[in-house]
């Protein structure tokens, strides 16, 4: 079964944007409560590659 990722949206400006900034090259581990998160770019799928 696929899930759908959910998608929250970033404003400009924002700590989060900062922390986006740095993925951009390279990912980046976040953690909370020792708990780690791997922040990467995500590229988009072409739907029109394979046409």
């Known amino acids: 079964m696929i899930v759908?990722?959910?998608?929250?949206?970033v404003s400009p400006g924002s700590e989060i944007a900062a922390l986006l900034e740095e993925a951009t090259d390279t990912p980046v581990?976040?953690?909370k409560d020792?708990?780690?998160y791997?922040?990467?770019?995500?590229?988009?799928?072409?739907?029109?590659a394979d046409l």
């Open 34 to 36: 020792g708990r780690l």
């Open 4 to 9: 759908e990722l959910k998608r929250i949206r």
């Open 29 to 31: 581990l976040l953690e």
């Open 38 to 48: 791997r922040l990467a770019v995500e590229e988009q799928e072409d739907i029109w």
